[in-house]
């Protein structure tokens, strides 16, 4: 205290010496200020307090002992305030665990732990089974996860009266430990008035390792989440816009006659399977009719330049995308799209990932054996007229390519990995496959020339995604060495690197204009990135689990992600904020799709199942009225029920017809 | 305090061949073998969810292996799951089997079949959101919400259908063999009539029924000659349409067939004194009682019993049995189906029957005796078919032919009487009426069956027309009196009927056309008595 003091008195004579007057005044209001509340001396509650305190240290009981009283405590409160509380519980337990496993009382640790664990199971069981790990003090220096959460305070959101509350409690029943706890980790932010409804609490489920306010600085960040300018949809709606008053008419002559080809795609599509094919284009020009460029209905979105030099687009090319776009399915959660369904027979378990071209003609399938297959359905329709039986026994048709042993297949094989092939994704024009494998490589092959290009080597870890821009020529990757990488066709080295994720990142989305990329890690957050500059612009947390599948809105606003829990989150990515969940799924969601024009969400998981979901709503609803969290605004519109077959991947076609594909597995 | 005890890490010390394992060590160890345990499963788990599976394999934990840079744990490479097993004797503790294998039987062994080749195939999940009900698609149960909970709760696919194993008791079995064994060999015992009453009425019958149908399918198609088994199936097959707590219309398609073979075959029995007249009336009411009862259900039933018995009835390769079959299976189907089907074509039918009912044309006995049992048949048919029309119009015999109706009941008795007691004696002199006179009316006849199957707003012309009729056959049955006062009563009935009741010609024609068919006979179905009663 002297010592202090003494500190003080040469810090006033510098400051005087210098002649820095309010610097000076500052000090010494400060030194009466504290004098008050240092004076513990002559405070016998005070003293009593902190010889407590001190004594405490050592005890591991008074954590045990403390917590459950706390938590009684808290059971017993008023209901109002009950679940304000209940937020505090968790942290205190696993800081309490913490620290006592620091302390070196690791068999205390263990029993309190295990006491306790069931509260909390149910939020945050998978932190719990990483904690759970923990058994020694250099578990804790070692463990990510683990250090992450000492270093960083959690943010808690309470109202006034439960922060009054909570403290006489602390105060009254002197739980020291508890509040050394509190104190340290805890970081309430209280705000006067009622306190906050169960459902925004998503926020404390996430613990991660930055600190929050950091995330919530990043998530302030400014976003041009606009479309590109000049795209050709921009054309398109232009285009329409001069439509004459008679082509209009006509296209409302087309509207009526939906039914009718409603009626008779239905019909078709429960014939046979030999004019399978022909169908497929008989549906396409069915729904294809009863589209109609509706230019004026859609909500204009910001036009944003591109940040990145886009590839050119040949004039064919655009003329066959246009054509698309005009002949596109408005669909709605009254017209459902047509689901054509891609089935992986006999893959022993063997399949890793799967992708479909933009134009569904194509289907890819990576393989745990290292290999890529390839096969072509346009012309798996075509050989025999023929029935599935057909195709799949009639391997002597001479269209099938003659592989390397002499047998013949009805895929093109593409090898080159040298481990189990993680994901693929065609380019935009189907000319192109990228594939990604756990041999740290990805590679790219032609679809023209059926033969491997570019080997590209980069990433240290496995890499668990690629995918190609909307445009092509620049794609994405995302691995196990916690990076994401830009990479573009021509170069064999990344063009930027994306690091921040604390786990794995697992999947990889780009954002509809080319600006950004979203990706999806094993930390349980989404992060989107600037493409440019490389920096975090939004974290997205919410989830509970390892992010699977991301999807981007076709109008850029929004952004899909499913889990391994089966739960879905449709997040603004302006505001960074989750708009709300959407859950039905009860295993992992390996892929969403949004439709084209934006307004279905389609979702494919490991339970067997497709689902549509309406998004609509929440799209249309005005800017202003924006309200998180009312969870009828999403809904689902219809489940598809797969015959044991888990859905690993989902394409909405530029005409809106949705391709589907999954490996068939009989012992799920 | 681990999961790992300190024991195991002994254990293993000892296993690679260190003795001197200070017990602090494994104390120190066993934490850190568990945390380490948890860290290669959870990048296991990682590499899990990245092969799109939701089931851990060996294969992840040696990829999970890998990443750590550590070698893979060799022999447990197996795609799919391992089978752990129960060791005996202990709650917790499971174990890999791992069997030795002879390495000359593997040598020895022939070459496994190649796995088949990974294929794609194509299907529509859903065309505009439904989905099309394909075998591909997983079955589309009925949207209940107990089943779609379900379904969502286990998180597999419920509607993988295992075939369903149909398990008797024995009792039933023993029940079974019982009651087939009476039937086929003691079908005149009392015990029969137990079994019959016992099919009819029991309750717990229901599992056999497919057994009963097949067993009555097999045993009339291989029985056509065994006369009382064919009776004695029959019954059974009525006993189990009476029976009411079971659920037989799945099966009736099975058991049609056998009935209307007993109906309209050819030759039931061998013997001629096999009274097969009697099963065709059985299977007749048999098959009536069928349409009656499941015709709403089923609703081209009734037009192909129909079909297949008018096939057999206007077919004249057939024999006089299977005519006689057919005419009584449409007969006890009720009398519109009589009135539609036989009465058009009785003309005709009794132009080819005539003469194999005359002594002097048709030797054979036999041949005439059938004859004559069709015709009775067809007598009866028609007269039912009579009855059924003068009751719905009462008024049709109302107060005008009073009289002549008093006068007639008379005449109508005696030769009802007469019927019955001689039948052979009394049929040929009134067939022989019958026809002369058919041979006047033909084309009219057949004019009014065509009219039988229009619109009623014919009848004026057909009331024209009866009147012809009607004059026509007065000279012709001048010579008998029988004939000549029947005609004139006819022809009497008719005209009035054509002056007051128009709608109601057609059933005052009928009797009229029938009359002059059938004679005198066919008034013993006119429905006297009731309005006899009626009346007085």
């Not at chain 1, 400014?222 to 398109?236: A, C, Q, T």
């Not at chain 2, 494994?26 to 860290?39: G, H, K, N, T, W």
């Not at chain 2, 088949?116 to 075998?135: R, Y």
């Not at chain 2, 009525?238 to 030759?267: D, F, G, W």
Request: overall charge neutral; charged content about 20%; aromatic content about 8%.
């Amino acid at each position: 205290m002297e010592n202090m003091q003494a500190v003080n008195n040469f810090v006033a004579a510098y400051l005087k010496k210098k002649g820095f007057k309010e610097a000076e005044q500052l000090l010494e209001d400060l030194q009466n200020k504290e004098s008050a509340p240092i004076d513990f001396h002559n405070d016998p509650e005070l003293a009593k307090f902190i010889h407590r305190f001190s004594q405490s240290e050592d005890d591991v009981a008074r954590y045990q002992d403390g917590y459950s009283k706390l938590r009684s405590w808290t059971y017993s409160s008023l209901d109002l305030y009950k679940h304000e509380l209940l937020r505090v519980l968790y942290p205190v337990f696993i800081h309490s665990f913490m620290d006592m496993v620091a302390k070196g009382h690791l068999q205390e640790a263990r029993t309190f732990f295990n006491n306790f664990r069931e509260d909390h199971e149910l939020m945050h069981s998978r932190d719990l089974q990483k904690l759970e790990g923990v058994l020694s003090q250099s578990h804790l220096e070692e463990m990510e996860f683990a250090r992450s959460l000492r270093q960083s305070k959690v943010n808690i959101k309470i109202c006034q009266y439960s922060y009054d509350l909570l403290l006489q409690y602390l105060h009254k029943t002197q739980s020291t430990a508890m509040l050394g706890v509190i104190n340290e980790h805890i970081n309430f932010q209280v705000s006067s008035g009622q306190p906050s409804s169960i459902s925004d609490d998503a926020e404390v489920v996430t613990l991660i390792g930055s600190c929050q306010d950091t995330a919530n600085q990043i998530n302030q960040k400014e976003i041009h989440w606009g479309l590109l300018e000049d795209s050709l949809e921009e054309r398109l709606e232009k285009a329409g816009g001069l439509l004459s008053d008679s082509e209009k008419t006509e296209e409302e002559n087309k509207e009526g006659d939906a039914d009718d080809t409603k009626k008779r795609s239905v019909e078709s599509g429960k014939q046979g399977a030999s004019t399978k094919k022909l169908k497929k284009e008989k549906a396409l020009n069915a729904t294809a009719k009863s589209a109609r460029p509706e230019a004026s209905t859609t909500p204009a979105a910001p036009r944003v330049k591109a940040k990145l030099p886009l590839p050119l687009m040949s004039t064919e090319v655009e003329q066959s995308i246009l054509e698309d776009l005009r002949n596109r399915v408005q669909l709605s959660s009254v017209l459902l799209p047509s689901v054509s369904f891609y089935t992986f027979l006999n893959t022993h378990n063997g399949l890793n990932c799967s992708s479909i071209s933009h134009d569904g003609s194509l289907v890819a399938g990576g393989f745990s054996d290292s290999s890529l297959k390839v096969w072509d359905m346009a012309k798996l329709g075509q050989q025999g007229g023929s029935s599935i039986l057909q195709a799949e026994n009639d391997s002597t048709s001479s269209e099938h390519v003659v592989g390397p042993n002499g047998g013949k297949r009805s895929y093109t094989l593409f090898q080159g990995h040298s481990g189990p092939v993680h994901s693929a994704t065609f380019s935009p024009l189907g000319d192109f496959i990228l594939s990604s494998s756990a041999d740290t490589t990805i590679r790219l092959w032609s679809t023209k020339l059926n033969a491997n290009l570019v080997c590209y080597k980069g990433h240290n870890y496995p890499v668990w995604d690629v995918q190609f821009s909307p445009v092509g020529h620049y794609f994405a990757s995302a691995s196990h060495d916690r990076t994401a990488r830009i990479w573009s066709m021509d170069r064999i080295q990344p063009l930027r690197i994306m690091a921040g994720h604390l786990s794995d990142v697992d999947c990889v989305q780009w954002h509809a204009n080319c600006n950004y990329i979203a990706t999806g890690s094993s930390d349980k957050t989404v992060r989107l990135w600037d493409v440019q500059n490389g920096e975090c612009v939004r974290i997205f947390i919410g989830h509970r689990s390892m992010i699977l599948s991301l999807a981007m809105s076709p109008d850029g606003r929004y952004m899909a992600s499913g889990d391994e829990d089966g739960m879905i989150m449709m997040w603004d990515i302006s505001s960074g904020r989750c708009i709300t969940p959407l859950m039905g799924h009860t295993s992992c969601v390996w892929t969403v799709a949004f439709s084209c024009e934006g307004s279905l969400l389609a979702s494919g998981s490991a339970d067997c199942t497709v689902k549509l979901w309406d998004v609509t709503t929440s799209a249309k609803v005005p800017r202003n009225e924006e309200k998180s969290g009312n969870p009828n605004r999403l809904r689902l519109l219809k489940t598809l029920a797969t015959k044991s077959t888990p859905v690993y991947s989902l394409q909405f076609s530029r005409r809106n017809l949705l391709f589907a594909a999954g490996a068939l597995s009989k012992n799920l | 305090m681990s999961n790992v005890p300190k024991e195991a890490i002994e254990v293993i010390a000892q296993s690679i061949g260190i003795t001197n394992l200070s017990p602090d060590v494994a104390i120190a160890l066993a934490p850190d073998v568990e945390y380490r345990v948890r860290e290669i499963m959870q990048e296991a788990i990682k590499c899990m969810r990245h092969s799109r599976r939701t089931v851990l394999t060996a294969d992840d934990v040696d990829s999970a292996l890998n990443l750590r840079n550590m070698e893979p744990i060799y022999g447990f490479t197996s795609r799919d799951a391992l089978r752990f097993k129960r060791a005996a004797g202990h709650k917790d503790l499971f174990y890999i089997d791992d069997k030795d294998v002879e390495f000359k039987e593997v040598m020895e062994s022939p070459l496994s079949k190649a796995p088949i080749d990974t294929s794609v195939t194509s299907h529509w999940l859903a065309i505009e959101g439904i989905q099309p009900a394909i075998p591909e698609n997983a079955s589309v149960e009925a949207p209940s919400d107990g089943k779609k909970a379900e379904y969502k709760d286990d998180g597999t696919s419920v509607d993988v259908k295992l075939p369903v194993k149909h398990v008797l008791s024995r009792e039933l079995q023993l029940y079974f063999d019982k009651i087939a064994e009476i039937t086929m060999n003691r079908s005149f015992s009392v015990v029969f009539k137990q079994a019959l009453l016992s099919l009819a009425t029991d309750s717990g019958v229901h599992p056999l029924v497919p057994y009963f149908t097949y067993f009555i399918a097999d045993e009339v198609a291989r029985n056509l000659n065994n006369f009382p088994v064919l009776f004695a199936l029959m019954r059974v097959a009525r006993s189990l349409l009476q029976n009411e707590h079971i659920h037989i219309e799945p099966y009736l398609h099975q058991l049609m067939p056998s009935i209307i073979t007993c109906l309209v075959a050819k030759r039931l029995g061998n013997k001629f004194t096999d009274n097969h007249w009697e099963l065709r009336n059985f299977a007749a009411k048999l098959v009536a009682s069928i349409c009656k009862r499941f015709g709403h259900v089923y609703h081209n039933l009734q037009p192909r019993v129909t079909r297949t018995l008018l096939h057999a009835f206007l077919d004249p390769t057939k024999t006089f049995p299977q005519h006689y079959g057919a005419i009584q299976g449409l007969a006890a189907l009720g009398p519109s189906v009589v009135r539609l089907l036989i009465l058009p074509n009785l003309e005709a039918y009794l132009q080819l029957l005539e003469p194999e009912m005359a002594l002097e044309k048709q030797k054979n006995e036999i041949k005439r005796h059938e004859a004559r049992c069709v015709y009775g048949a067809l007598l009866r048919a028609a007269g039912l078919c009579m009855y059924d029309r003068l009751k719905m119009f009462p008024s049709l015999l109302a107060p005008p032919t009073r009289p002549i109706w008093k006068s007639n009941g008379k005449v109508a008795t005696t030769n009802k009487r007469k019927a019955s007691t001689d039948n052979l004696m009394q049929q040929p002199p009134a067939k022989k009426i019958a026809t002369e006179s058919a041979m006047g009316m033909m084309p009219i006849n057949s004019m009014q069956a065509d009219v039988q199957g229009a619109a009623s707003s014919f009848s004026n012309t057909v009331g024209g027309s009866n009147i012809g009729v009607s004059s026509m056959t007065r000279p012709l049955s001048n010579d008998n009196m029988l004939g000549r006062e029947v005609g004139g009563r006819v022809s009497k009935t008719s005209t009035v009927l054509a002056q007051a009741w128009k709608e109601d010609t057609d059933a005052g024609n009928l009797l009229a056309s029938l009359f002059e068919l059938f004679g005198e006979s066919m008034l013993s179905f006119t429905p006297n008595l009731s309005f006899h009663s009626s009346f007085d």
